[in-house]
């Protein structure tokens, strides 16, 4: 079940048809989920911006380090040249370079990149350490494949899945999760995607009721998930310029204090924003110097600002609504969000009936 | 009255005993509040990070861009060489330049001084152009040395003074606000104390209730305040450098975020954070190339971070129940928080008794 | 004389008809010179993009930080909104706050700017205390003033004039420099001019010579200028966006290490860079929320950053070869470059005959 | 040979006994080189700042993103925390993912890295597809471990070794090249060292005479090695923090520029400074929140700054003067610098008898 099913509305702005980071029209998401055995409980999540080929229709990028303790591959080029030109694959930790390998393969090999020889590839991570057995380094290039293979619009499977699988959030089960808002049409009427893979701490507040602290479930060190981690992927159909999807990267950082996070020294939090707007692309051949296209002036940013504010604070929530109870390596068990309790929660607050 | 005089805690965290920024040893605040005729509505905060020379004793310091939409004067030196050479003044918009001059006079002419040739004076404003006739630019150099000269520790005068005279937050009537957090003995016992000075939008959260959205209380543009800004002074006596200061500052717009801010594209939110403890001011005269300083190792930095949230929250939040209704240029007026209606709905939502 | 009077060619483009930053179109270059008695050395340059009124009509623009010990003004704005609204002026250190002064006076009172309540003034300087009674903070808002009224097209003074009366460039006597380079048609064909306000330290180098070394020139702390600094601006007809204006910005730094600037400790080492592009001005007022403007993709970055690197050496060799002996404060005497003695040295290295 | 044994001087500091990187006490350097069939290319270079274990004792890092458009793994751990905790390995672009994953299994199996589930490795690379076939990805994780392996002090092999097997500088043959610098006793008589491997284009200058310029060397796009890159690797005995360790870093890319390097838009620019200071190590175990470490003022940077510049133009020069002719994928010839016609245009200049 997800946050709204239970009455509970984040924000002002109204989500679009299906809630999730695929309402942005074009994009595909995918995932690889690794349960083996005792101690393997990890995977693979690919986000598509659009579903051609990505290196030669790069799209307009930007990626914002909320706290840069992470082991993330791509920032220094799309920082630079402001585009992105891979699929963005997000896994745990230790996989990152697996998932670079694969993804520079499967650039290499598509169809009209016969001559490419340089590929940035965009790969987020989470620590899943405690449950999964991260040192043993059981993805394959072949799951990262598969989650691109996978990769539909529609909606997306959310909580234990995918590069979620063995994620640990506010102490809780957390995993992946996503949301998405509807501009109102004088507002241009665009739509913002987010989805979230989180493995952080702090003191969790839903709907703005304080949970955590109401059942103490927090560390008195407020450590939670040390090496932990928030991997948030912003995608807009919105035609903005790099310099303005880092400012709306930014504002996941406040979506994600609202739900009582404290980016802590040990998570790696990182926002990577997108336009998927079409007449942004940028293609990696052309003829002209100049390139021509729209982009949204700075004054027309506010509305989408809070689109991601709202979007990524739902869709971490909603990682947490779908999580299930996981044991995992070492017999280490980590516990659902007890719904039924936080339900009663809201609804002594006055936030659901 | 102020936050906690209701009953309202926000976070985990314990307030200093005055729950202000003065509760960081040896800090300093001082204001001029400038209320003239119909349509002076402004004003000059000084915050003194200690009673010395600062010039020659200088501190560690750090300044986070939140939204760089505004005219801070500072920046640069201070990202370099990682330190604060004055004492840091507040003020409105079109009166940063006659602030940093103003700086520069008083540091020229310190007892000490008397060869100095170059001042990076520290200058934050916010816009009060909508009480105010900003135009008149009616701070003077007297002004900010009043200011400085009336900086004095124990209790800080909030709401309508000094540079949050004429400020508006949440389209209710904004000012400045101060509160503070002590950090449990095995967490190192250090002290955070954060001022604000509040004028930016969004949607009124207090203590995570919907005020805003339940009011109705927010422009369907999303733009309240479009020149607006936040300034955060973040002070603590943990000894940082300042690396670890910039990560502390950024933690400033999480507890803004906390607050129903947004950081729309017209508000300059800014976060300046020093470090007091004594063992790491770096003085200007010294006779070795080396300087051996205790800092803080970046584990130890969690507590902080939360502990900035949450007195950033608090020192936003009681700006607004400090502030009283104003009117101002043109017949502008401005309603101060309607308290009795927040209580009231915080006592709906079990926050209050 | 300037450099190229003597034969010497810096770099493979072709400077333009004037060899100077307004030779492109639309720019304007003013001065005001302070000599006064015994100990006044200073002076205000201003630098317009173009000749109608900046703040309703914005130009793409960006600052890279060199090094960033120095006290300009307007920074963030500039980083976060991408655009310059004033016209850019350079002046002494402790002059920086007037300058702002003048340069917000300048614009609330432009015809079409009545309602104007914000403004971002982008000032830099170089500290000429040396020289000049820096401490008597004799610039003043009329002074500024005069420069930009004194603004025009056509060639423009170097060395002891405006902000580079009293600098101090290699141990010399520094000023003002300009150059510019041409593009070939088959890469656009575009102008980059740049103006330097020299006073900064390193081992003096004039088209490769080491002139510095083989002078003995150079102080054995290598510390020539300690409160020194370096003022580039960029500006070109070159239709950017501000992100590859900030990339075109950094090469200015290597023009500078050309030179044989070090960018030591105390050197505040700014760049400015502007596109002047009539087709990519940013209007104060707009009906609608999208622009759609020409750029330049990153591909075509390179013809820019080798003008810009080229242009930069010779505006800062210019600044040598144009400024003359002079005695300012205390008596305090800094030669001209002994130009003679200089030209000798090309010659025996066969840059010239 | 080398540039001294020409008789070449570059700058005015001396440098260490041996001129390599290796002057800084205990670091250590390894090649792999790959050069097998037509087509193969390519290897792998690794540096150790010291030779114990890295994760157990970080050392104070700084990485400055001089032109990002590469594929460096490890930016923002090393931006947020200010250490480095694994060997820098540096190879072709396509095989960072590689050698991402051999540091992490390197790491991982260290004696006492028993319980470590977090890595972040740093790589950098250059591309060097012209001579290598670079798709067909032949750097496996046992060269990367071979590198590692081989590291030593003393010597560092130049030229077409390890990651500048494949390389080309200037349209002729790069390589990898290093160079030190000695500080005086009186500004610390700390020892500075550079390694390079140079694959980038521009104008060549070699000690400031127009050696490209003057054979016509380069394309009339300015576009040499478009795919290029220049690594940059800084490592000190010096006791800085991060901070001052990137302004260091940003000095690098002066040196860069004094070869004539113009940072094309193709060309990934990185440079990582490193402290190898023994009393600046930062220990992953340490019972105590605080460390206390001697670190150098601001004011003591300038002759590291020197030193840093004239060591890496020194470096860029040696790589040059190292590198063979070399033949490789499809034919692809790149001819070494031909020095003597080189040395003939420097003795012209005087540069040389």
């Known amino acids: 079940s997800r946050l709204r099913d239970h009455g509970i509305e984040i924000g002002v702005l109204k989500p679009g048809p299906l809630n999730a980071i695929t309402d942005v029209p074009g994009v595909q998401v995918g995932h690889s989920t690794l349960k083996k055995g005792d101690s393997v409980r990890t995977g693979v999540t690919a986000i598509l911006p659009h579903s051609s080929n990505i290196f030669q229709q790069k799209v307009p990028a930007a990626i914002y380090l909320g706290n840069g303790f992470g082991k993330l591959a791509g920032y220094s080029q799309v920082k630079e040249l402001g585009n992105l030109e891979t699929p963005i694959v997000l ?12 993804l520079v393969g499967y650039t290499l090999f598509l169809p009209g990149n016969e001559t490419v020889r340089s590929v940035n590839a965009v790969v987020g991570e989470t620590n899943d350490g405690y449950l999964n057995d991260i040192r043993g380094r059981h993805v394959t290039e072949k799951d990262v494949n598969n ?26 089960k957390g995993g992946i999760g996503t949301s998405s808002r509807v ?17 952080f701490g702090g003191m969790l507040k839903v709907a703005g009721v304080d949970v955590g602290k109401q059942m103490g479930h927090y560390s008195d060190n407020f450590k939670y998930a040390t090496d932990g981690s928030c991997m948030m992927i912003v995608l807009t159909d ?12 930014k504002r996941a950082m ?42 949204l002036r700075n004054s027309a ?53």
């Open 147 to 172: 989650a691109i293979e996978n990769a539909e619009g529609g909606q997306v499977e959310e909580g234990n899945v995918g590069a979620g699988t063995g994620t640990i959030c506010f102490g809780f």
């Open 91 to 102: 896994t745990n930790t230790l996989g990152v370079a697996t998932a670079v390998n694969a």
């Open 301 to 353: 940013m506010t509305p989408l600002f809070l689109a991601t504010i709202e979007a990524t604070e739902e869709a971490i929530l909603n990682s947490l609504f779908a999580a299930e109870t996981m044991t995992g390596r070492n017999g280490h068990k980590i516990e659902a969000l007890p719904k039924k309790k936080v339900l009663e929660m809201l609804k002594a607050a006055g936030k659901i009936r």
């Open 254 to 295: 406040l979506g994600l204090a609202r739900t009582g996070g404290i980016a802590s020294n040990g998570s790696g939090d990182y926002v990577i924003a997108v336009s998927t707007a079409e007449e942004c692309r940028i293609p990696y051949k052309n003829d002209s110097a100049l390139q021509t296209v729209p982009t």
């Open 238 to 249: 919105a035609p903005l310029d790099s310099r303005n999807l880092e400012r709306l990267a």
């Open 183 to 199: 501009l109102p049409k004088k507002s241009g009427g665009y739509t913002v995607g987010v989805l979230a893979q989180t493995n």
